[in-house]
């Protein structure tokens, strides 16, 4: 069965760091694409981060320069470094493996989502 | 950046009724990649569409998506109370990118 459990939210304050986990079963992360999605309370989804295969790396405007996408094949895990955080980085953020083939540009599945919120 | 305008914003509408949801797309969506979630409250989104008209492994084909180009749609037929959610669509375009649109909600009449 194909889970994805994310960890590691919680409160920080602006300007802080954290790191997102997102422990996967059921498939292989270095042989797939894998991406965060986040969604601030009350709003609609937005991209945050994918990472291919093989290796190559893309983020939205609004985190370039400030989060980190990577992976740890011993582990099968996911992770999203957040640093310089701020108010509005406040989202529940999901992990997804990205599509391929004719799923290409999809996400799915999802895990459920780890809360992060940036307050002083 | 291609920007996604769903409509309506809701849609209220009774079980056994027809739901006709609305995605339009600023510049035209390369190769029909157009996908179609749903969320419901507290759980993370699902996959329905891919590829503007596929249906994902194990979605009722009450659920339909046409469209290309600019102007997608999503068709629910006979709507399920389980069916009452909110819908996104999403395009994946060159750099590349990802983006959602806002989401219509489907609530019951």
């Known amino acids: 069965e194909v889970q994805l459990v994310e960890s590691g939210g919680g409160l920080v304050q602006p300007g802080g760091s954290l790191r997102l986990s997102c422990a996967v079963s059921g498939f292989t992360v270095s042989t797939k694409h894998m991406g965060w999605v986040r969604q601030a309370p009350g709003k609609g989804l937005e991209w945050v981060s994918v990472?291919?295969?093989?290796?190559?790396?893309y983020y939205a405007d609004s985190v370039r320069g400030r989060f980190t996408i990577s992976r740890d094949n011993s582990k099968n895990t996911l992770y999203l470094q957040m640093d310089s955080l701020k108010s509005e980085d406040t989202a529940v953020y999901y992990c997804?493996?990205?599509?391929?083939?004719?799923?290409?540009?999809?996400?799915?599945?999802w895990g459920q989502g780890t809360l992060v919120t940036v307050s002083s | 950046e291609i920007v996604l305008t769903q409509s309506p914003g809701t849609l209220s509408l009774s079980p056994g009724e027809r739901a006709t949801l609305s995605c339009r797309a600023s510049q035209s969506v390369s190769s029909n990649y157009l996908a179609w979630y749903q969320q419901k409250p507290g759980q993370a989104p699902r996959l329905l569409i891919y590829?503007?008209?596929s249906r994902a492994t194990g979605i009722p084909d009450r659920f339909s998506g046409s469209g290309s180009g600019t102007d997608f749609t999503l068709t629910i037929n006979r709507l399920e109370p389980e069916d009452f959610a909110v819908y996104y669509c999403?395009?994946?375009?060159?750099?590349?990118?990802?983006?959602f649109g806002l989401g219509t909600k489907v609530e019951i009449k």
């Open positions: 997804a493996r990205a599509g391929s083939g004719s799923y290409r540009g999809t996400f799915d599945p």
């Open positions: 590829g503007a008209s």
């Open positions: 999403q395009q994946y375009g060159s750099s590349p990118t990802w983006t």
């Open positions: 990472i291919y295969s093989g290796d190559n790396t």
